[in-house]
């Protein structure tokens, strides 16, 4: 007979157990990456339209509950809200909760990082678009590579349970990209995924172009860099 713990906890269609929530805890950016939002005219939600902290973390009660055990901040850009410690810490008090990590593009983390880890996030996953600044910045519209490298390697340091780099399969990515992100990886023992190509249709000239014909290229001729490599990798 299940327990009573194990009756309340959420289930999907198929009967699976449900012990993980992603939480979006803003819809702002300090970044306008080609695969993921126009340059320009997105309307933002005000201020009073999202969740407070106080309420985020009456959500995340109820959800650990209900049997949620693990917790992932994303945004938008989750560093750029004001006082993202603040709930970190609070996420870190609820007594059901194991594990909270957070998914970021990595330009904010060095001023957040001690904090990060003293208030114990266990794993970060940090956005990473290319190894090569000038493609870097392209595709970003405006990031600083050596700024996100810089921060990555100090995280790499501090003693975070993962750190994993997420790579989204553009066509701008061809072979030496994927080395230099195999090789960085390697350097600094992080886990490296490469993500499913976006299928981003534009709406306006101001948009990105679908680049999933020329993401299926990068995969084919990337493929020998992967299998080749020691460290663990999923595609």
């Not at 320009?40 to 209900?66: N, P, Q, T, V, W």
């Not at 970021?104 to 060095?110: A, E, I, P, Y």
Request: include cysteine; hydrophobic fraction near 35%.
């Amino acid at each position: 007979m299940e327990d009573k713990e194990s009756k309340d906890m959420l289930c999907d269609n198929f009967g699976r157990k449900i012990d993980y929530l992603r939480m979006s805890v803003t819809d702002r950016c300090n970044l306008r990456c080609v695969y993921c939002m126009p340059g320009e005219g997105i309307e933002m939600l005000g201020h009073g339209d999202m969740l407070s902290y106080e309420e985020l973390l009456r959500a995340a009660k109820l959800f650990a509950e209900a049997g949620i055990k693990k917790i992932r901040l994303t945004g938008g850009e989750p560093l750029v809200r004001k006082d993202i410690i603040t709930l970190v810490e609070g996420l870190k008090n609820i007594r059901q909760i194991e594990d909270v990590s957070l998914t970021t593009n990595g330009l904010l983390l060095r001023r957040h990082l001690k904090a990060l880890s003293d208030k114990g996030i266990n794993r970060l996953n940090i956005s990473i678009d290319s190894m090569n600044p000038q493609k870097y910045a392209k595709i970003t519209r405006g990031g600083n590579l050596g700024t996100l490298t810089d921060n990555i390697i100090s995280a790499a340091g501090l003693g975070f349970k993962e750190i994993k780099l997420n790579v989204v399969i553009t066509g701008f990515l061809d072979s030496s990209d994927i080395r230099d992100f195999i090789n960085f990886a390697r350097d600094y023992s992080l886990f490296l995924r490469f993500i499913e190509m976006m299928d981003y249709e534009p709406k306006s000239s101001n948009c990105a172009t679908s680049y999933n014909h020329q993401g299926s290229s990068t995969v084919e001729c990337c493929s020998s860099y992967i299998a080749d490599s020691e460290e663990k990798i999923s595609v």
